[in-house]
């Protein structure tokens, strides 16, 4: 429904102006706008492969140099990109939130009125402007050295052909993507926080996510039966459209402006 019914946006809105804490989270649907395919869309396959079979250690240790051409390709795609109106309708209603409460990043993410969770590693969120955020997969200009562990910004240029493994600047050994693999756990702290506030949160609105990777629906689910409001913007049923207060149907370019600006 990219022309939801005017009663149903209302009520959503009001949902969230009543809301004193707010749970955001965010899954690759939201970038299909600005050009980013989602994993498991029409386009969210590379030279055949699942996602499955690309994102996941054992890949990785098969054959490193195919799972960095995978990440290039993405990265690339994920550099060129910007964000578009549904990432700065989420960050201008975080820094709306934000500037009420009179938080700074000093405060620390455990006690903001907002918390925005991404699955998403292209960056768009923090590009557009959103602060109180958590990047639950990682992000992917960032590596990892499978050495010595450091974590450091990849400054090689993805579009570089058949450039090698990058290696670690300290150690020498080879460095991989720092994003959440298949099979792998999330990083300390991370699900904790994720928790924290949907035990807190008046709302829960949930973007672009088809749910098939579990702990991010599970995380809204904790929302819902602490008392959130659930609402899943999504132009298809997700893993928690069944569950939510409510479908706000169509693409979160077209809908979050108008849900979400004064
Ligand atoms: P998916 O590709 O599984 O799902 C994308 C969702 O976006 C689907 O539900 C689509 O209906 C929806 N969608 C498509 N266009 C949209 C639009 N314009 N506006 C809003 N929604 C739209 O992506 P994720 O659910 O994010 O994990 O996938 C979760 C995780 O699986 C990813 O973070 C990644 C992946 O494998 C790891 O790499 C660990």
Sequence with gaps: MTHPDLSLLTTVRADLENARRVLVVTGAGISAESGIPTFRGEGGLWEGHRPEDLANPAAFRQDPAKIWRWYRWRRGLCNDARPNP???ALARFEARRLQDAGWTPEVGLADSPILLATQNVDGLHPRAGSQARVEMHGNIDTGRC???????????????PEAAVPACTDCGAALRPHILWFGESYWPGVLELCLHHAERADACLVVGTSGMVWPPVAIALRAKESGAKLIDVNPNP?????????????????????????
Excluded: F, Y
Excluded at 238 to 262: I, K, M, N, Y
């Design 86 to 88: 549904g990432h700065l």
């Design 146 to 160: 499978t050495g010595c562990g450091a974590i450091a910004p990849l400054v090689e240029n993805p579009k570089a």
């Design 238 to 262: 997700s893993q928690v459209t069944e569950a939510a207060d409510h479908w706000l149907q169509g693409p979160s370019g077209v809908l979050l402006p108008r849900l979400l600006d004064p």
